[in-house]
């Protein structure tokens, strides 16, 4: 897989993606390969690109221009007004590339941001996010969501769901499992030989011993004890306001927190330009920046491509070595 380029799926279109796309290869043209899927009209102000009939082409177009398999859209673009009449379009294009990965076309998925709200309005989309919808595609059931940074890893246990739903939905068969998946790609991804990882309380102080909350002493401590027996380097349930300072992170190499927010603000807070989502689990590779569409500066030409270039390189280095 290491010498097939990457799939960029060109995310909603009104947003800041096709900058960012730009800028990305602006900065990595020399160094990795990877083609854009979407339709070119929505490039008009972003030169040098080329479109190209199969994604090997882009490794010879690369070092001169955007490399753009062509899927088009239903309408043009007004920056920072998505329209729901392309929503299908923004679905089909993750689709294809999933599909090329497969066919062993592409290395490997980095998904610029989409618009939720959008892709529900015009397409019925069914899917809390990206993460979800990639999980049915690949028909796999348990699928990780990691914010990897410089500074922190971190892994969300529950993911797109109300808050007042979170303490339903912990429960000790899946957090084991997301355990075990975030060890395994800790191991055979990053290079980590005996991963150490750090599980968060639920409630605050962890709980303190059934005090604040019983989630600590029914779900999460009898997982890590389980693990333990196994020798693997897993602790907690630890505090989540003591959990993310910089002494705390120097003793461990992944943060599994219980919810959203816990899991994102740390990473946000740390590394916000740096940060990359990668889901673990799938058949394939998959990074995305680790933020949004950023409707208000689209088309702009002010957004930060940070982000999306550490995503770029994070899922080329990744899928070298499958």
Not at 112 to 136: C, S
């Amino acid at each position: 897989m290491r010498n097939l380029p990457i799939a960029l799926t060109c995310g909603e279109p009104a947003g800041i993606g096709v900058e960012l796309a730009h800028k990305a290869w602006q900065s990595l043209r020399h160094e990795l390969s990877f083609f854009w899927i979407g339709d070119p009209r929505h490039l008009d102000q972003y030169l040098p690109f080329k479109t190209i009939s199969k994604p090997l082409d882009a490794r010879d177009v690369m070092p001169e221009a955007l490399p753009v398999l062509e899927h088009r859209f239903e309408t043009k673009v007004t920056f920072g007004c998505p329209d729901v009449a392309n929503s299908q379009g923004v679905i089909n294009v993750i689709e294809k590339a999933v599909d090329l990965i497969r066919d062993k076309q592409a290395s490997s998925l980095c998904t610029l941001p989409i618009h939720k709200q959008a892709l529900k309005d015009g397409a019925d989309f069914q899917y809390p996010g990206h993460t979800e919808f990639l999980a049915f595609l690949a028909g796999v059931d348990h699928v990780v969501m990691m914010l990897s940074g410089p500074n922190l890893k971190v892994v969300p246990a529950t993911i797109h769901i109300p808050l007042r739903d979170v303490p339903d939905a912990l429960n000790t068969v899946e957090l084991e499992k997301t355990i075990s998946i975030v060890r395994k790609a800790l191991i055979e991804k990053f290079s980590i030989s005996d991963p150490r990882i750090a599980v968060a309380g639920l409630n605050p102080h962890a709980g303190e011993s059934g005090k604040f909350g019983q989630e600590e002493l029914t779900v999460i401590m009898p997982v890590i004890q389980k693990l333990q027996a196994k020798h693997w380097r897993v602790t907690g349930p630890n505090s989540a306001d003591t959990l993310f300072y910089k002494a705390a992170r120097e003793k461990y190499d992944v943060a599994i927190a219980m919810y959203h927010d816990q899991a994102l603000i740390p990473i946000k807070t740390l590394d916000f330009d740096a940060g990359v989502n990668v889901t673990l689990g799938l058949p394939f590779v998959r990074t995305s920046p680790d933020h949004g569409t950023a409707l208000d500066i689209a088309g702009k030409g002010i957004a930060n491509p940070t982000s999306t270039i550490e995503a770029l390189q994070l899922a080329a280095r990744l899928s070298s070595q499958e």
